[in-house]
């Protein structure tokens, strides 16, 4: 069984650092594509933990691993390279969703949300950059996180009964000019999908 990596970010659940479960790829939540395939090979994909949650996607860039959660209810699990390991920090991504139906009424209040729950931890943001996710709205953010450079990629989720979710993809470095940890988030970050259960 593995040991989770080092590892800090912000949520909309508690704008407070978060941490994973250790376990492994037998873990009820976690299907991965491809198995039997070695770390960095095939995709992740993340079922719904309940009827009308979304199902998460993502690539697994070379070199990669995942380690799902169940202890903390927004954190679904964090890819990580050991491999890119530098100043006793190991590169990661951790991927959390968050049921707002109740608290928003629309997409955009959802990710204001999430924008405003990282700011009030790390101040201003560098960079925030609108896009779609899957045909969902999204914002990439940049920000400095304990010294560290972050980027997060917050996605917000409606389905026909009005409930919504967002969902955040928190990667973290020491070395990020490193071009191994750029081509992975770059990756990450582009072939991520989203998608709700079919009617």
């Known amino acids: 069984m593995r040991s989770p990596p080092g590892r800090s970010s912000p949520t909309s659940a508690s704008a407070a650092p978060t941490s994973a479960s250790s376990g492994g790829p037998g873990d009820k939540e976690l299907a991965v594509e491809n198995s039997g395939r070695p770390p960095g090979e095939g995709s992740i994909t993340l079922d719904p933990r309940d009827v009308d949650e979304p199902t998460i996607t993502l690539p697994r860039p070379p070199g990669w691993e995942f380690l799902p959660s169940n202890d903390s209810p927004p954190v679904r699990g964090v890819l990580y390279s050991q491999e890119l390991r530098r100043h006793g920090f190991t590169p990661n991504a951790v991927v959390t969703m968050e049921d707002l139906t109740g608290q928003v009424a629309l997409p955009a209040q959802a990710l204001a949300k999430e924008r405003a729950a990282v700011s009030a931890v790390i101040g201003e943001l560098d960079t925030d950059i609108p896009g779609t996710v899957s045909g969902f709205p999204s914002r990439t953010i940049t920000y400095n ?16 009964k009005a409930r919504i979710w967002v969902i955040t993809v928190t990667l973290q470095t020491t070395d990020a000019d490193n071009p191994h940890y750029i081509a992975a988030k770059q990756a990450v970050l582009d072939s991520l999908e989203v998608r709700l259960p079919t009617p």
């Open 145 to 160: 996180l304990q010294g560290r450079p972050a980027t997060g990629l917050l996605i917000a989720v409606q389905n026909t």
